[in-house]
């Protein structure tokens, strides 16, 4: 069956379009395991070139590897920025966690 988008649906989808943003500071406390849940059922469904796929999700509970999770992050970050000159890396650099 195919949907209907409605006006009050289309409306409700604009808004959240424009609302959403770059999320650079993250809650520290601990979301609950429905919620990821649905969230990554939802996430699963999004489209990619050839039903590809290539996100990989990884729940981190422990505090060690989370740190270790922002280590790789913040290697793979310098080596991504090293990759870069002028202004291009100025504005790289200034996208901080």
């Known amino acids: 069956m195919t949907p209907t988008f409605d006006a009050d649906f289309r ?20 979301i609950a395991r429905p919620r990821i849940d649905a969230v990554l059922e939802v996430a699963s469904h999004a489209p990619s070139v050839g039903l590809s796929q290539p996100w990989r999700f990884v729940h981190v509970e422990s505090p060690e590897r989370r740190h270790a999770v922002v280590k790789s992050f913040s290697d793979a970050n310098e080596k991504a920025l090293a990759g870069y000159a002028g202004e291009k890396h100025a504005i790289y650099a200034g996208l901080k966690l």
Do not use: E, I, N, S
């Open 11 to 30: 409306a409700r989808f604009r808004d959240l379009v424009l609302w959403r943003r770059d999320v650079r500071r993250f809650r520290r406390d601990a």
